[in-house]
C-alpha cells in the first residue's frame, strides 16, 4: 500500500498490489494512466518505498512497509536494471560508455567493465554503434542501449516504464521481443509497465491495475 | 571511467569559453599582483641598484623618495671626514614634464656625482656610461629615446649614450641619468631675460637697502653674473649619498651624521622602508584590496558557472544515482571538473598575461612565488565554488531520472 499525504488531503496510490514474478519470467502491467502504476514500480525498484506491504527480491526481503531491510542503493545496484520511457542515457557518454559505467559502478575494473560492455551491445546487435552518442542514435537504438545498461549488472529483476512509447510499432514489437528473449536466456524477471496492447503476446503473464489494485489479467 | 573527464571532451566548444571567460577574469586577478610587484620592483630600483650605504638629507625630511630635500652641495666633503666613509656622492632628483619629437614626455632626472659616480651601476643595454661632465644622458628604454638621440632641456641640449632597461622612479616615469651639474642645470634653468631681470632687481634692492646707502660700492657688484657672487650659495642637491668600508658600522657613521643640527641621516634599508610605507603604500593597500575583491567576485562567478554546469547535469546526476553511483563517484565528476576549470582558466591567463601585460604603461611583474601563490588561491576558489553545485547534485533523488 502506498499514501501520499493525510487527512483531507490523503490519497492512496496503491490498496492491494501484489504480485509474484519467477526468475525469466516476463510480466506485463497494464492499466489507465493514474492507475498507480508507476507508483507500483518506484516502489520495487526501491526508490519510493510503500507506507505498508513487503517486498522479497531474489528470495531476500528487501523492505517493510517503509522501512529497508538491506542498503537500499547496494541493492538496487546489485539486483534491479532499470529501462524508462524516454532511453534516459547519460548525454556525454557514447553507447559503450553508458553500459560500462553501470558495471564500472559495481566495483568492475574499467577493462573488464569495457569488455562486457561490447558483449552486451553485441548481443544486442549494437556492437556497431559503441562509440556512438545518444544524440546519434535514433529511438530504438537508444532503448537497445538502456537494455544493455539495465542488463550490465545481471539483475535480478529489470524494469521497464512504458520502454516503446517513443518507438513506432514496429520498433515496439522488437524491444518487447527483445525482453522476452533476454528474460529467457538470462533467467532474469522483466516486469513491463505498459499501455501497448500490440505486443501481449510477447508476455508470459499480464496483470492489470487500476485503483491502486492489481488483478491477473486472463 | 573520469566522467568529468567525458563531459569536458563532450562539450569541450562550451568548456574552453567558459574557461576562457575565467581566464581572463583571473588575467586581471594576476595583473593586480604584477602590478603591485611592480610598483615595489620600480621603487627600490635605484635605491637598490646605486649602492649607497647611508643617505644624507635635508633636516627632519624622509630624504628625496618621499619629499623634496634640498642640501648644501658640500655636505660630501664634511662626511668624507668621518671615518670609515669612504666615498661621498652627491645626487640630485627632480621630475620634468617636457615635450620630444611632439610628444609628452614625462622623465625622472637623476643626477649622478661624475667623475665619483659615472653610472657603472646602471643596467645598460645599449650604449655607455657617461664619460664627460657636460651634455650626456643615460635614458631608459620606457623614455622611448634611441641611442644618438638629442633632447634639448632649458637651455643645453644633451645626446643620449647609453640605454638602460626597467630604470623606473616610484612615480612610474623613465628615469634620465645626468650628471649632477647637468641635472641641476636643468632643474634651475632660468630664462636670460629673467637673469636680466633679476640682476636689475637685485641692483634696486641693494641701492634702497641700509648696506647699499653705505657701501655705494657694493652695487656694481649686484649686476654681476651670480656665481661670480661669493654671498649667493649654489643650488642644492638633493642627498649625499655615502659608501662605508668594508666592517664600518652604519649606524655609528649615522649616529655622528645625526649629530649635525642641519641634516637628517638614513641607512639604505631605512630609506627603502620610508619609501614602501610611504608613497608606495597606499598604492599597495589600494590593489591589494581591489586584488582580494576581484578574487571573491572569481569565487562567485566560478561558483555560478559551476552551479549552472551541474544543474545541466542534475538528470544525468539522477540518472547515475538510480544505477547506484556512489556520492563521492558524483562530487567527484563536479570537483574535478571545478578544479580543471579553474587550473585551465589560470593557464590561460598566465598566457594571455604574457602578451598583454608587456604592453602595460607600467612594468607588470609576475614572480613564481606570486604564481604559485595564486594557483593555490585558485585551487581553493574552484574547490569552495564548487560547493554549491556538489549541494545541489547531492539534494537530487535517484527518482528525478524518470521524469
Known sequence: MKTYGSGNTEVQ???????????????????????????????????????SGRITIDNQLVVIGPQPMVNLKIFRRKHLGFVFQKSNLIPFLSARENVQIAIEINGFKPRAARKRALQLLDELGMDSRADNFPSMLSGGQQQRIAISRALANRPAVILADEPTAALDSHLGRQVMELFRDLAHKHGTAVIVVTHDQRSLDVFDTIYEMEDGIIKPMH | MNLAVKDIKHNLGRFTLTAVGIGMLLMVVMGMGGIYRGIIEDATLLIDKIGADIWVVQHNTRGPFAEISRIPQNIDYRTLAIPGVVSAR???QHTIQRSYQNKRLRMTVVGL??????????????????????????????LGMALGAKIKLGKDTYKVVGITSN??????????????NDALDIQFNTPAEAIRLERAARGVRLRKSDQGLKQPGLIE??????????????????????????????????????????????????????????????????????????TIISAIIMALILYTLTLDKLHSIALLKLIGASNWMILKLILQQAIVLGMLGFGIAYLLGQKIFPRFPRRVILSDDDLVQLALIVIAISVVSSFLGIWKAMKVAPNEALN
Open chain 2, 90 to 92: 652627491k645626487f640630485v
Open chain 2, 167 to 180: 630604470m623606473i622612479s616610484s612615480g612610474g616615469d623613465g628615469i634620465g641619468f645626468f650628471t649632477v
Open chain 1, 13 to 51: 496510490a496503491m490498496q492491494d498490489a501484489s504480485m509474484n514474478v519467477a526468475h525469466g519470467e516476463i510480466v506485463a502491467l497494464l492499466g489507465p494512466s493514474g492507475a498507480g502504476k508507476s507508483t507500483f514500480l518506484t516502489a520495487i525498484g526501491l526508490i519510493n518505498l510503500p507506507t
Open chain 2, 221 to 294: 657688484y649686484a649686476y654681476q653674473e651670480s656665481n661670480q657672487l661669493p654671498a649667493l650659495e649654489s643650488p642644492r642637491v638633493s642627498a649625499v649619498m655615502l659608501s662605508i668600508a668594508p666592517g664600518a658600522s652604519p649606524e655609528q657613521i649615522s649616529s655622528i651624521i645625526a649629530g649635525w643640527n642641519d641634516v637628517s641621516v638614513f641607512t639604505r634599508e631605512d630609506e627603502r622602508q620610508l619609501l614602501l610605507k610611504g608613497s608606495v603604500e597606499k598604492v599597495r593597500r589600494q590593489i591589494g584590496l581591489f586584488r582580494a575583491l576581484l
Open chain 2, 113 to 142: 656625482d661624475w667623475p665619483v659616480d659615472k653610472g657603472k651601476w646602471l643596467p645598460l643595454v645599449a650604449g655607455r656610461i657617461l664619460n664627460q661632465n657636460h651634455y650626456e644622458m643615460v635614458a631608459d628604454r620606457s
